[in-house]
């Protein structure tokens, strides 16, 4: 997927709330058991809330027990991209919106197989596309 133009992306931020500003951008976190989409059991898709990228499938989604919603796999390998983060003091992998840079959550190696991963995301990032079935 190609990256967003910088334009389109300023366009949209003016469609986020402050809270959304700040955890897309700022990479800022929602508090632990805020977020709207945590306890949320529909089929569909997670996507992006800036751009609308596909992000996280439903049947990848887990009660991780964190306090964010978590998911074991992405929903296409293209769509979402991790990097170091070093912030607090330690190594965490930042995971991000491949079309417009953003920030989503972390991605954690304690998560249930098939993949062993835990990508823990904040709902405040993520829009949800029930499955019209």
């Known amino acids: 997927m190609n990256p967003m133009p910088k334009d389109e992306i300023e366009k949209l931020k003016g469609k986020l709330s402050t809270e959304q500003l700040n955890v897309c951008f700022l990479k800022g976190t929602e508090p632990p ?25 439903s049947d990848t989604k887990f009660d991780s027990g964190t306090g964010w919603p978590s998911f074991w796999d992405k929903a296409s ?45 904040n709902s405040l990032a993520l829009d949800f596309k029930p499955s019209k079935a």
């Open 77 to 121: 390998k293209a769509n979402v991209t991790t990097e170091d983060d070093y912030a607090l003091g330690m190594h965490r992998l930042e995971v991000l919106c491949s079309r417009c840079r953003s920030h989503l959550g972390h991605v954690f190696p304690d998560g249930p197989k098939p993949t062993g991963l835990r990508f823990c995301i």
């Open 33 to 57: 058991g805020s977020g709207k989409f945590l306890h949320n059991k529909a089929k569909g898709m997670y996507v992006c809330v800036v751009c609308g990228q596909e992000l996280f499938k």
